[in-house]
C-alpha cells in the first residue's frame, strides 16, 4: 500500500498565533489561506498544516499522488484502490468515495484508538 505523502494536521484556534509558534519551531508557511483558515507550513520534508474551524481533532493526513513537497508523481494508488484495500480489510470508511470516480477525492477512517487518518488525494 502506499497512502502517499504524510503530514500532520492540527486543529487550531488562532491561525496567526499557531504559525509564529511553530515558525519559532523552524517551520515555514509553504501554502493555504488564512483568511480562508488554513496554513501549511514545513521544515524540510516534515510538513504540517493548521486548521481553524475546520477539524475536530487533529489528525493524520496522507495524500496519495504526492511526494513530501507537495509535488505530483506519476506512479502512485488511487485513493479508490486504497479505500477498496482497506475495505476489504474491514476497515470502516467514513465518507466513502464514489468508487467509479476519477481524480481529487478523500475519505476519513479511524484507527482502534479513536484516531482519525484523512487520505486527501489533489491529483
Not at 467514513?94 to 479513536?114: C, E, I, R, W
Amino acid at each position: 500500500m502506499q497512502p502517499g505523502a504524510f503530514s500532520l494536521s492540527l486543529a487550531v484556534k488562532d491561525i496567526a498565533a499557531s504559525t509564529i509558534f511553530y515558525g519559532h519551531l523552524g517551520f515555514s508557511p509553504v501554502g493555504g489561506d488564512p483568511e480562508q483558515g488554513w496554513v501549511i507550513l514545513r521544515s524540510g520534508d516534515v510538513t504540517i498544516g493548521l486548521f481553524k474551524g475546520m477539524f475536530d481533532h487533529n489528525l493524520m493526513t496522507f495524500n496519495p499522488g504526492w511526494d513530501a513537497q507537495a509535488q505530483p508523481v506519476e506512479d502512485f494508488e488511487d485513493i479508490r484502490k486504497l479505500q477498496t484495500r482497506l475495505q476489504a480489510a474491514g476497515i470502516d470508511i467514513a465518507n466513502p468515495v464514489d468508487p467509479h470516480g476519477a481524480g481529487p477525492a478523500s475519505f476519513l477512517v479511524t484507527d482502534p484508538d479513536g484516531n482519525p487518518i484523512l487520505f486527501d488525494q489533489h491529483v
